[in-house]
């Protein structure tokens, strides 16, 4: 594969060579990964770059709905949306349903929007391990907007907020009981809690609960990159429309005030800072995993870990000593 040749496609902003080049990122093959380093090393120096919204909520909150509606608002305006939707994987089989794109049918068929459903692989965060990179990919692909929906809401979906400018929390109307094992670390990364299914009967309700979280808002945290008034908490109806408008103004509205304020260069900094470390770290779990010699040490140290032989801790201990050995 000519990566010159994609990463030129890619940039004029062809959908089948976008969609060639995430399939490229997004494998595990040793050449493959050597051919997206590469593919992306082409496109480092674009200049382009959209805004990267992650979003995640409850199940049943209603997420690819609000993203339909939200995502078809944008393309109205002129914008161009890419939607990276992860699914999440089965511990047995290791597949995925990756029904996001048929519950946006009309979204899927916008010529300015690009929906890309994508297996979490059992990775935690709520994202695939190389959801970052497709952000990159998309944003080379002059993409105005990148929605990143995660798998669901939990301890580990904060990931999300290490790949985006922005991070949304979908609520439903008097859904504060089913958050509450992960309030803290969802709170206390959220830039705006979006209520929800706020129509018809149950819009009193949920102005009661948005009414609910602003306030939690405000007694939970300050950041140094927020300005007066955030984070927020708003209603929004994916059904009706109403509200959408007002959370895009406020969206802007934060990302115009971090921009002027250099906190969205700093965030970004940081989070490639992140993920540098991070493929660090996986590309040392993929090396422990391919060596032959050190998955017959770990399968040994394992098995007397299991008959009781030798603590957990210390087996590991043994094994990082093996390892700086090897290394050294």
């Not at 290490?162 to 990364?189: C, H, N, T, Y």
């Not at 250099?262 to 493929?279: G, I, N, T």
Request: a neutral charge; aromatic letters at 4%.
């Amino acid at each position: 594969m000519d990566t010159n040749d994609l990463a030129a496609r890619v940039k004029a902003g062809e959908r089948r060579a976008l969609a060639r080049a995430i399939t490229l990122v997004e494998s595990n093959r040793a050449d493959h990964r050597v051919q997206a380093v590469a593919l992306n090393e082409a496109l480092a120096g674009t200049g382009r770059e959209a805004l990267r919204l992650g979003l995640s909520g409850t199940p049943g909150v209603g997420k690819s709905t609000f993203i339909e509606a939200f995502g078809t608002m944008l393309t109205g305006q002129g914008l161009k949306v890419a939607v990276l939707a992860v699914d999440p994987s089965s511990t047995r089989s290791g597949g995925s349903i990756l029904g996001d794109k048929t519950r946006m049918e009309t979204l899927s068929r916008d010529s300015n929007a690009f929906i890309r459903p994508s297996p979490s692989q059992s990775q935690l965060g709520g994202v695939a391990r190389r959801t970052r990179e497709v952000v990159a990919l998309c944003e080379a692909a002059g993409f105005d907007v990148v929605l990143i929906e995660t798998v669901g809401v939990g301890q580990s979906e904060t990931m999300v907020a290490e790949m985006s400018d922005l991070f949304l929390l979908l609520l439903a109307p008097a859904g504060g009981d089913e958050l509450q094992g992960v309030k803290r670390g969802i709170m206390e990364i959220a830039d705006m809690i979006l209520v929800n299914k706020a129509d018809g009967d149950l819009k009193p309700v949920a102005n009661r609960t948005c009414a609910d979280y602003a306030g939690a808002l405000r007694l939970l945290r300050k950041r140094p990159e927020d300005p007066k008034g955030f984070p927020k908490a708003m209603t929004v109806s994916a059904v009706s429309g109403d509200g959408l408008e007002a959370a895009w103004e406020e969206m802007q509205t934060l990302a115009a005030w971090r921009k002027e304020n250099s906190h969205w260069q700093a965030r970004r900094a940081m989070q490639s800072r992140h993920w540098f470390e991070e493929e660090v770290r996986q590309g040392l779990l993929a090396r422990l995993s391919g060596s032959p010699e050190m998955r017959s040490r770990m399968n040994a140290l394992g098995a007397r870990v299991a008959d009781g032989e030798l603590a957990p801790g210390a087996a590991a201990q043994e094994m990082l000593e093996i390892l700086g050995s090897a290394y050294a």
